[in-house]
């Protein structure tokens, strides 16, 4: 009997999908958002497979409400697939905290499978291969396409079965606590306030090689893109590349001429921002020229995610954890980020725990990571750094 397919836009298929979701214990769910299309993200699709059938909802025509208690409900198990975006996703449009998951890419990771995207994970141990391939489709304009409707049922049609293989492989191993836990932290992960870091520009490569002059008409630009892709609702690199804008910065034009000569954009998308640049360009160029960014500390504090660069000290404690975790991972033949995330490893560089008991209170520290590795995480922050872990 062939599965029902259905595009869910209207109250009445919503009903349906929502009644076929309530008998279910086990559901597969992924969304589709316009990130690459938009300045301002949402989520412009909900799937959901069943045992009975595949929904995709289409959330631009109306709300998922109806659906939210059953998603947040433990007795009911929601499969997903790299599930941090989508949980971080559901959360933010309609403050949705899952109620259980089982993400089978931190699950294949987990087994130390090498090849955890959705397509090599299907194919290895499904024999399924999906040869339609739509993610970076515009998922914000309607109609949807055939070959986008296909995508979307196929990114959730083989979860519930793949979520079974992976589960009969975690058991035998003893490692169903582990995934457990990782599967717990995902679903406590909050969204964060998409905000513009107007210094950002010092992160571009440009921003190390330029003059101090040309500093200053590069923080302009990148200033100038945003606020144009904020107006038109499309991403900054849309609006204006990376390229142009370090070669605007290194060449300041300053007639219409010269602005077309520089590399990295077309003179169409020129026509209307044109004018703008040649302001911004004119106006770094008369301003005082910032200071050349220092190696490594914009990086350190992208890192740490800290409002300024860590001391030496937290760096240091991060480096021994760094070389603890990558000889555990070695070990189990595992991803580093299966034995602990680097958030985790910074938070706890920051504390500088001294026994399990503060350890146990820094974030990320679940307790199956607290038995099965706190000892060895305080035995690190013990040691005397090595120069090789310094580098």
Excluded at 55 to 70: G, H, N, Q, S
Excluded at 79 to 98: N, P, Q, T, W
Excluded at 117 to 133: C, K, T
Aim: neutral net charge; glycine residues 6%.
């Amino acid at each position: 009997m062939d599965r029902l397919q259905a595009f869910v836009d209207t109250p009445g298929r919503l009903a349906e999908c929502v009644a076929d979701v309530e008998r279910s214990a086990r559901i597969a769910l992924d969304t589709e958002s316009n990130g690459f299309h938009a300045y301002f993200e949402k989520v412009c699709l909900l799937q959901i497979a069943t045992p009975a059938a595949d929904w995709a909802v289409d959330t631009l025509a109306l709300r998922p409400d109806p659906l939210l208690p059953l998603l947040a409900d433990p007795a009911r198990e929601c499969i997903l697939h790299a599930a941090e975006y989508d949980v971080l996703c559901m959360k933010r449009e309609y403050g949705l905290s899952f109620g259980r998951i089982f993400d089978t890419h931190a699950a294949a990771k987990t087994l130390g499978i090498e090849k955890v995207g959705l397509h090599d994970l299907l194919a290895d141990q499904l024999g399924v291969r999906i040869e339609v391939d739509e993610q970076r489709s515009d998922w914000g304009r309607r109609p949807l396409s055939a070959d986008q409707l296909e995508y979307a049922f196929a990114d959730v049609r083989h979860l519930l079965p793949l979520r079974e293989k992976l589960g009969e492989q975690l058991a035998p191993r003893g490692l169903a606590p582990e995934v457990e836990a990782e599967f717990a932290r995902l679903i406590q992960k909050e969204p964060r306030p998409r905000e513009f870091d107007p210094e950002g520009w010092r992160r571009m490569k440009a921003a190390r090689n330029l003059d101090g002059r040309g500093r200053a008409v590069l923080r302009e630009l990148y200033l100038l893109r945003d606020r144009r892709a904020r107006e038109l609702n499309r991403p900054a690199f849309k609006v204006l590349s990376d390229l142009f804008l370090s070669e605007a910065a290194r060449r300041q034009p300053k007639t219409e001429g010269e602005l077309l000569r520089v590399p990295g954009t077309s003179a169409l998308a020129l026509k209307k921002i044109g004018p703008q640049v040649l302001e911004a360009v004119k106006k770094g160029s008369e301003a005082e020229p910032p200071e050349r960014p220092r190696p490594g500390r914009d990086g350190h504090r992208r890192r740490s995610g800290a409002a300024g660069a860590p001391s030496p000290e937290v760096e240091q404690r991060y480096e021994l954890l760094r070389a603890w975790r990558l000889a555990r991972a070695l070990a189990r033949k595992v991803e580093v980020q299966v034995i602990a995330p680097n958030a985790v490893l910074w938070a706890i560089a920051r504390a500088d725990p001294k026994d399990l008991r503060a350890l146990a209170a820094v974030e990320g520290m679940d307790p199956f990571r607290l038995e099965q590795y706190g000892p060895a995480i305080l035995e690190a922050l013990r040691a005397q750094p090595r120069q090789q872990d310094l580098l």
